[in-house]
Nanobody, 120 residues
């Protein structure tokens, strides 16, 4: 089993920045992708970003590319999502996720979610 614990959500004004963190514990995640999905009220959950520990590669959803940056600290089993130039439409619950087929939308482990609200 893998436990994922997110932190860093909150309220930010449009144009502002936030950094989310997700710490993994339990079994090793070195062979997994880790990343983030988000779900806004009344909308489907959508892919935000992911990182491959083994390849060092990063992947982004279309509307987030250029504004969001995912990174990881392998020694701490922690991934980060730096979100810049935030817009009201980025308001959502952000979920940390891990799995071998995460890029296909198949998630083995979910975090509990952290609320991000972008509003003036």
């Amino acid at each position: 089993q893998v436990q994922l614990v997110e932190s860093g959500g909150g309220l930010v004004q449009p144009g502002g920045s936030l950094r989310l963190s997700c710490a993994a514990s339990g079994r090793t995640v070195s062979n997994y992708y880790m990343g983030w999905f988000r779900q806004a009220p009344g909308k489907e959950r959508e892919f935000v970003a992911a990182i491959s520990w083994s390849r060092g590669s990063t992947y982004y959803g279309g509307s987030m590319k250029g504004r969001f940056t995912i990174s990881g600290d392998n020694a701490k089993n922690t991934v980060y999502l730096q979100m810049n130039s935030l817009k009201p439409e980025d308001t959502a619950v952000y979920y940390c996720a891990a799995g071998g087929r995460l890029l296909s939308g198949v998630v083995d482990y979910w975090g509990q979610g952290t609320q991000v609200t972008v509003s003036s």
